[in-house]
């Protein structure tokens, strides 16, 4: 007699199916639940036919088909069957099965087979060597462009750092700079930072100049437009001011104005002296004049107002440039003594104005 009817699976929480079987009564106690199964089913011996290789058995009570067997499982009857095979060779499973008798139930896959392939590892990549140029030097980079191929010694431009710096720094002037660096411009006034500068070349390489000029002759190097009827030289220094070479040459009697005007390179504010240069200290005197003569230190113009009216030196301001600029282009003056004579600017040097004039010396 057959009977379609819903599986035990439905009565025990597993995966649902359905379909046609032979209708065999089962016994109450087969659903009853398997953790209170007697202990004596427990230890039950398997049966003598399961594959070897079984890493789980089950012990079936009375009343168990090989369909109950395999939804407590959670297998299938091929699997019950391939693990068990006295089930199929008795044809056990059309029956009942015979309690107390241990059955396969699982089976663990076996492991790959070893693989014959040994691994293999890339071969290391040599390191490529940096191409050297014909002249043997490695430029850094980056740089500006149209550097001198034949430059062999850099300097890395620090953000802040002016041509000023970078000339007293390795006593060069600003005609050999902008020479080597023609992307910087005559006056220096297109050089990055962050970008190498060269400072040298071969072959050209500036010995250190000597501080006495040649007893018949221009020394050099010297500034652009320099007076050519000059009688005296001095030598700037690293850090030098117009104020401390007019102090040094006092014997001279030069003042700041003759300075500039026989050295316009070095403009109105001093802020062209160049270290390591040549500056006219003693030239031609001024071409007579009829008009009132112009004080030994003329106000530069424009200037803020309040500055004190004793004032005997200036620095002009550039754009961007703080107080600190100032003071460190000036160490001898205070912050205290910048405030005392340029009262427009602020206790806290907020309101100094750019393209102007500070009194730094009294």
């Not at 970008?195 to 250190?208: F, N, Q, R, S, Y």
């Not at 001093?270 to 112009?294: E, R």
Request: charged fraction near 15%.
């Amino acid at each position: 007699m057959y009977r379609c009817y819903l599986s035990l699976m439905t009565l025990i929480g597993l995966e649902l199916l359905s379909g046609c079987y032979a209708y065999v009564p089962f016994p109450p106690n087969s659903l009853r639940v398997r953790q209170n199964a007697d202990a004596a089913l427990a230890v039950a011996a398997a049966a003598p036919t399961a594959v070897a290789g079984c890493s789980k058995s089950f012990t079936p009570l009375e009343g168990d088909t090989c369909l109950v067997v395999a939804a407590l499982n959670a297998i299938s009857i091929d699997d019950f069957i391939k693990w068990n095979p006295s089930l199929k060779s008795e044809d056990v499973c059309d029956q009942l099965l015979l309690p107390g008798t241990s059955y396969c139930v699982n089976v663990p896959p076996p492991p790959p087979p070893p693989s014959t392939q040994t691994a293999t590892k890339d071969a290391p990549k040599p390191t490529p060597a940096p191409t050297v140029p014909a002249n043997g030097v490695i430029t850094p980079s980056p740089v500006q462009p149209g550097m001198v191929p034949n430059c062999n010694k850099f300097h890395l431009v620090a953000s802040g750092q002016t041509c000023q710096d970078i000339m007293s720094k390795f006593s060069l002037n600003i005609e050999l700079l902008a020479k080597w660096n023609p992307a910087i411009g005559k006056q220096c006034t297109t050089m990055w930072a962050g970008t190498h500068l060269c400072i040298g070349v071969i072959g050209g390489t500036p010995t250190a100049p000597t501080t006495a000029p040649p007893a018949n002759g221009t020394p050099s190097p010297i500034g652009a437009n320099t007076t050519k009827n000059c009688k005296k030289w001095a030598y700037i220094r690293s850090g030098d001011t117009c104020q401390t070479i007019l102090h040094r040459n006092r014997d001279s009697k030069s003042t700041l104005r003759d300075l500039i005007r026989w050295n316009p390179s070095v403009r109105a504010d001093c802020s062209g002296l160049i270290a390591a240069n040549f500056l006219c200290i003693v030239g031609p005197a001024a071409p007579p004049t009829t008009t009132k003569p112009t004080p030994a230190n003329p106000t530069p113009s424009p200037i803020q107002a309040g500055q004190v009216k004793n004032c005997k030196g200036w620095a002009y301001v550039k754009q961007g440039e703080t107080c600190q600029h100032i003071l460190k282009r000036h160490p001898k003056v205070t912050l205290s003594q910048l405030f005392t004579w340029n009262p427009a600017i602020g206790k806290d040097c907020s309101k100094m104005w750019a393209k102007t004039y500070l009194c730094v010396a009294v």
